[in-house]
């Protein structure tokens, strides 16, 4: 077998169906969105590179986050507090800064802080046997209150925000944001391809039954889901930090949850577990994010811009499922 | 006698106080296929989970090889050479064939840490190969057949060197050639000294394939024989034994009205085919069978769940081509399903709401429900149905099984519907409540409704029912009337082994239905 044939199979051919009808379909949508940025930008002689460039810090933070919560759904659970946590993260960055703690010092705080919580989930998940979607719900409201307990404790004199000020905290955002995410788009595609962790994901999703009779362990392996979840979540933590100049601990990351989880969604990742891909959460998030400057060169109204994403959302799913199900029915009727 | 290889000595357990097994002493010798039989709920199924470590024993030891050794997790029964195949649930549709085959164990590692490929897959089709299947490793198991699936879970239990190997009705979903396929498979793994406890409702199979028979009733084992020296006759008798007096409710008169329900010849790919009964009013016609025979399916078919592909059916003499469920009400034909707590009830909801849902389209005036006469309504139909609530608004959850059934029956006999299908309306319903449902059932009968009953509880089936219809893999193969309608008639006859020249020659069973 040619090593190419190798990877095809290890990669494509290995996916459902109607997951590889997706990352087609997204492949072929976000094509279309990236021509069109490209068309309007060169019509307003601006530079598609620039306007490239500038996509990768504000977009890494949710496809990062999106790539770790595939994990955990195809586990077929969700966490729903990725948006808390990045705000306790980001208070922690807030607050060391404040304190005069160097670039390197709030970062890796930052990353660690983000990480700690979302092991920190799966081992209370592990240990009460609640649903993750239950004990994450609680996290979504514990970890925005923590958030603003830590700010008030920790810093003297604190009002609403904090002001990041040197850039030296804004840079690693600005000129690594790509690689950061290209890395570990590479990284979480390579799993995908030839690590064993992924694949007992997808069974657990397939059938937790099933994974007790094999004599494999669900609880541990849905908690090895969220701590892969929580480097990628870590790391889209650092990157979203770098993009603000204030950091406010009640808003910060409010409603993450929600693009995180529609990405994957897109992405063509079964909600209900046991079938997704990075690479579609990938191109699923890029997709929603790409719809922010397409609308603002067609000159969407503002007020609209959130509603049409909705709209997009649907039509994309709706349309693929359409097409889906009369394929099926083709198969069926031969 | 060699030593055995499996010895349960005083094996019980009990669910929530009710005794499943009890004192249950049984051995499996290396290399021997023993079939385990019995009625549902006769303890074949716990006995699987003790032995697969799903559920531990109260009391009762296992032996294993001569030491005794506790299971406590199916991980620790799969150690112990243990394995059970049982549905084709507990595969994995989305991994390939040869990450189902490997799942629970080490993966082969290229030296930079990755999986390596070809030599899990190589090494997963060498099992295949082994076990006498060639089945591509890297399709995905949802394509697979349900023999294929099958195969490939045997292959992989046999492959983690299983010593006892538990199959719980493995035929169910297989064609004919499929069941020869595994069956030859099951003779060679026994010729390797595999053990293999064989669990299945079809006699004809248990027959054919096991060495020795073990009969469970009421939780309790009845005998073991060697298979050569015992007939289905004799062994019908062990399984069902009971001393049936139980009286059925007849108040209907013999007079029959016109046809209500008729099918002609229906089909429905995969699920049963060409189906050709007629119901009429003020008769109950029992639809006997295995589960997997398509009875559910049928009735769902008529419902207009499912599509019918080819045939015709009619009911009231007019024909019938459900659209929506909603169609079947309108044409008076309801359907009681088999699983009353996922498809019947909301089980928060207050008893009253779950009792007017049913004809609440006759309790609203411009879309509002009218309180006072849903209250009046719902408590009409409490008192006829003898539905034993402590209140209106007590969630439906909180009643016994047979206060929710007899609930549920409530809401669409409230109706006055012509055609009543009923799926396994006493399942999980004690014993009083079930008598009060068959008195129920009876009178829909002497109201002139025409009744299909489904039910699996042989009793009964016998003991309602004014003619018996057997299915058979997918389609109605026998009719038992009048005297030929006893239990045992009905066991043989779902399993295909029954002839009306063989029963004729036999006596009556002890429990010939009450006139």
Known sequence: ?334 | MPDPLIQLSGLAKSFAGVAALRDVDLTVQVGEILGLVGENGAGKSTLIKLLSGVESPDAGTIRLGGRVVALTSPREALAAGIAAVQQELDCFPHLAVAENLMLGERWPRRPWGGVDWPALHAEAGRRLTQFGVAIETHRMVEELTAAEKQEVMIAGAVARRARLLILDEPTASLSEPEVRRLFSHLRRLREQGVAILYVSHRLDEIFELTDRIAVLRDGALIGVHRTGEIDAVRLVHEMVGRPLEQVYPHARGGHLGPPLLELEGISHRGLFHDVSLAVRAGEIVGLAGLVGAGRSELARAIYGLYGVERGMMRVDGKNWRPARSRDALRAGVVYIPEERKRQGFVLDHPLEAGISIGFSDQLTRWGMIRGRREWARVREAIERYAIRATALSQPVATLSGGNQQKALLARWLEREPRVVILDEPTRGVDVAAKAQIHGLIDQLAARGKAILFISSDLGEIVGMSDRILVMNRGTVETELRGPEMTSHNVILAASGLYSREAARGTEPGPELRPS
Not at chain 1, 27 to 33: I, K
Not at chain 1, 263 to 280: D, K, M, P
């Open chain 1, 1 to 334: 077998m040619s090593a190419s044939g190798g990877l095809l199979r290890s990669f494509w051919l290995r996916l459902p169906k109607s997951v590889r009808r997706r990352i087609v379909f997204l492949v072929a949508g976000d094509a279309v969105l990236l021509g069109f940025i490209w068309w309007k930008a060169a019509q307003s002689r601006a530079s598609f590179a620039d306007e490239v460039g500038r996509m990768a810090p504000n977009v890494a933070p949710s496809i990062l986050a999106a790539l770790g919560q595939t994990g955990i759904i195809c586990c077929g659970a969700m966490d729903l507090s990725v948006g808390s946590i990045l705000g306790v993260a980001g208070t922690v960055f807030g607050v060391l800064h404040a304190r005069g703690v160097g670039p390197g010092g709030c970062f890796a705080a930052c990353f660690v802080t983000a990480f700690g919580l979302s092991a920190y989930n799966g081992w209370l998940i592990r240990l009460l046997r609640i649903p993750a979607i239950i004990v994450t719900l609680a996290g979504l409201a514990f970890y925005r209150g923590l958030a603003l307990i830590l700010a008030e404790v920790a810093s003297h004199g604190f009002g609403q925000q904090f002001t990041l000020t040197g850039d030296a905290y804004h840079r690693p955002g600005e000129l690594y944001a790509g690689w950061i995410l290209l890395a570990a788009l590479v990284l979480a595609l390579w799993g995908e391809c030839f690590a064993k962790t992924p694949r007992m994901w997808l069974a657990l999703g397939n059938s937790e039954a099933a994974c007790r009779l094999s004599g494999l362990e669900p609880a541990r392996i849905l908690f090895g889901a969220f701590l892969v979840g929580g480097i990628f979540l870590g790391l889209s933590a650092v990157l979203d930090v770098t993009n603000h100049i204030t950091i406010e601990p009640a808003r910060l990351g409010a409603g993450f949850e929600l693009s995180v989880i529609a990405a994957n969604v897109l992405g063509g990742t079964s909600i209900f577990g046991g079938q997704g891909s990075a690479a579609g959460t990938a191109l699923g998030g890029l997709f929603l994010y790409l719809l922010g400057p397409a609308m603002l060169y067609a000159g969407v109204d503002e007020y609209w811009r959130t509603a049409v994403q909705g709209a997009a959302i649907l039509a994309v799913i709706g349309i693929d499922c359409a097409l889906g199900r009369r394929r099926k029915l083709m198969e069926e009727l031969r």
